[in-house]
Every structure is written in C-alpha cells, then in structure tokens.
C-alpha cells in the first residue's frame, strides 16, 4: 500500500455516498472507538473495510509502530536537531525511567513538578507575595508554544479556577501588553516569562517593558518574575533569581511543552492536583497509544481519517469545531500543533515528500461558527471534513436547557453535512411557499444541500483537567503518526526562520539607519508609505 494506491481507492469513493454504506448494519459501532471516557466516531466519513484494512496497512508499511516505540524510548528521532522527543515525560508517572543518551531524565523532571507545585503553593497561599501584597494577577509572557497551550488551557478549564487571575500577552503589537498591563497593579502582579530559547524577540521585547512598567511601582521587579525555559544563562541574565527558573531540555519541542513549566501558568490557575490530573490524562493516552492495536488506536484512527481526507481525497483543509465554548483556542492551539509540525515539503531524509503536506487546519468553536462561515462548509465548492467535538455535559447543570440545544446543534451539523438536502425536496418546500414554474426552480436550487461531506465526531463525558490532557495527547500522536505516514519531521520548524531573518535585518531600515537598497520593489513600496506616513 502506497498513496498512489491510496488515490486510486480515493478515486472510487468519490462517486459513493456517505449514506449508502450505512446500509450495512452496525456501522456506527464498526466504525466508533470508545477508550476511558472517549468516544470518537468516524463512520461519518468515505471509509468502508477496504479503504480502512489499506489504511492500516500504510501504516504498517510506514513502521508506525517502531517510530512510536522509538520516540517513546528516547531515540533521537527529532533528526534535523539532533535531539529526541519526550514530551511524555513531563505527564508520565515519577516512578517510571526514561533514559537519554543513557542518563534518567525523570529525576529532573519530577524535581521540577515538584518546584512548580511548592511555587504554585505559595503564589495561591500568600506565602509569596508582590512588593504590595498578595498576587492578584498573573501575566505569561510567550508566544507560540509558549502561549498557545497556557491560553487554550486556561481558557479550557476555567471552571476549575481558584487562584489568581492570569492574562497572556504574546504578540510584539504594543496594543497587547499595554491592554493587559492598563487594568493591574504592578506591587501585585506576577510576571512569568516564558521562552524556550530566552530569546524570541516579541517575548523579550514585551518582558522587557513589563519590567519597566513594574520597576516604576516597585523596588525589586525581578523579585515578582519568573522564568520558564531552557536557557537559565539568558534567564540570570535577565534579572530573575535561580529559585522562580523553571527549567527543561531541548528533547520538549515549543509546541508540545504545556505539560511542564510552560504550563505554570495553568497550575496557578486550577492548583497542582487538578494539574496534575491533566497530566495523568495525557499519561492514560499515551499508553493508550503505546498498548492498543493499530485499529484500535484513537491516535492512529484520527491520522488515518487525516490521511484518507487530505492526501486521499484531496480535501485541502481540516475544521476543528469544538461545541465548547471553553476550547475557543483549541483550533489556534491545534493550529500550530498540526501546521508547524507536518507543514513540510521535504522529508525526513531530505528528499521532496511523495505527496501532499500536511492540511491547513481551521475552526471556531460551535455554535458560533455556524452563524459565520458554515454556508461554506455546507455549500461551498470546497469540501471540508470537519471534526466535532461535544462533552456529554456541561459545568452548568442549572443551564442544562442550553446544553442540551448546544448537542442538538451539534449533532445536527453532521447529520445535515452527511444527508444533505435534494433537489426534489428543495422543490416541495418551494412550491409549498407558493413559488412557481422558473422561480420555483430557481429557489429550489438555491436551497439544496449537496450533502455526503464528511465529518467525525469525538464525544467525551465532562471537560475536566484529566479529559483535556487525553484530547491533547490524543492531538499531539495523531500529528506524530500522520509525520510518521508523510515520512518527514514533525519535531522541527525550519520554515518560521526566513521571516524572523529578515524582519531583524528591516529593523535598521525602519530605523532610518540602513537603506533599503537590495529590497525588492513592493518591499521599498512598503517602508515609504509607512515611513511617510
Ligand atoms: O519558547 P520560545 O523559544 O520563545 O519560542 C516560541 C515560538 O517561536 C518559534 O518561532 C517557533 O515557531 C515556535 O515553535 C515557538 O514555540
């Protein structure tokens, strides 16, 4: 199996409704797994038992299976940079051993889960406190992997809040921090900077001004701000003692480092043991992933529906519509989860990839989204699968009435996408309103639905800490085994470089102090108009 017999199956399905293979009985239960909690369903989609047994056995012939081991035992797998991949082992259970270039790493991550819980502790407590008294107000300075998961987080389990409040700031646009800063008090406030490398230029830049800021309320500034990163030189650089440096290795990719320091944020928010119950839901998918068979495997499952839509069928992108209001920054989350680790032309042993990168992934949390950009999902020309998600309940019993439409909504969106709506129909309703002859077919037009467009659908019971660290573990593997199929590195992010080059080399030119000779013309354009402005 290969993806041209992949496209030649893709080419059969394409004349065979959705519907029909409904026709055979149990479909829903073939083509549904449950696994603690979870329930993901994909019979929605083209996928009947040959397109799934060719699936499989991509991925067998890929050797998804000895990746993932090799990934898990600490191999360096992460080949462009040299280093292995372990996010893992920031959620996995202290008495476990996970060795790099043969050393125990989990002795240094448990000893920093523990400084963060005794950290955490004392910011929610009042033991530590700002220059004016207890903290109010926590500010996380990061962007990218540094942000996206605190804010989705956050954001996502903010029923279980009972600490102080926490805002982000990423982007470098001053409008940000200003916004942020406008409303807190600076004897306080606890800022966090959080950056990997210690030396991403928006985060710095925004650091840097939140410093000042608190310099001009407080004595000690660097005594109310903590670090989280790789680099603790950079960090005793910057003015912030060892004790609040939250540090951890190069082998926790940007994207993937919520579960450790970068999430310190979070656990100030919901406290260490809910933390800690997210952690042991991305532990419980992970060996979830590491234990089931292939076709039983949620991770494996998602990719391959990943796989058949984007680089079978040719559907150029993929929505994410959580019927959560709470996972509002889950699409931006999962944005550079899946577009920063797969977006890649060249494979892992540098050779053009055989076939279509990873998709473009999208989306805005349901019902919104349906007031917004559903006609085109609906009847576009564009086919565009769409992954829901629903928990069972809500965190508000007393407005069940309003969960209970949210679920009928969602539900409906799938099923109106799968059914459609004819030609024939949109007639009868038509000349029930009274429209005749030429009107009533061109109305009726107006009002079909193609339908036989494919979606899945993840149910899950309740949105806790432990739920959403399986989603996202669920999230992190699928991305890891469609790399894995694709054949490149999911692990680097050589293409955010060129950008960042060349805005540092602007910087003199906007300055007034270098020419702009050597630009090309709409670039020269660009720097006058705005220079002149
Ligand atoms: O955490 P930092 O080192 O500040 O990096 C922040 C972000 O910037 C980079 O440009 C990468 O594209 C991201 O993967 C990373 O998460």
Redesign the pocket.
Known sequence: MNFKDLAELAADAKDRPILSLFETPGRATQFSRRFDGLYFDFSKTNIDDKTMSALLSLAQNTDVAAKRDAMFSGALINETEGRAVLHSALRAPDSVEIRVDGEDVMPGVVATRNRMADFTKDVRSGTFTGQGGRITDVVNI???????GPVMGVKALSSYHDGPKIHFVSNVDGAHIADTLADLNPETTLVIV???????I??MTNATTARDWMAKAVSTPGDQFAAL?TADDKTAEFGIAPERVFGFEDWV???Y?MWGP?GLSLMIAIGPDRFMEFLHGGAAMDAHFRQAPLADNLPVLLALVGIWHHQGMGYATRAVLPYEQRLERLPAYLQ?LEM?SNGKRVAMDGSDLQTASGPVVWGEPGTNGQHAFYQLIHQGTAIVPCEFMIGAKGHEPELDHHHRLLVANCLAQSEALLKGRSLEKARELMAAKGFKDGELERQARHRVFPGNRPSTTLVYDLLTPYRLGQIIALYEHRVFVEGVILGLNSFD?WG??LG?ELAIALQPVLDGKASAEGKDGSTRALIDVIQSA
Do not use: C, H, M, Y
Request: net charge negative; hydrophobic share 20%; aromatic share 4%.
């Open positions: 990061g962007i990218g992997g540094s942000d996206l959080a950056s990997k490398t210690f030396n991403t928006e985060t990163s990719g940007g994207r480092s970068i550079q920063e992010q955010v470089e960042k």
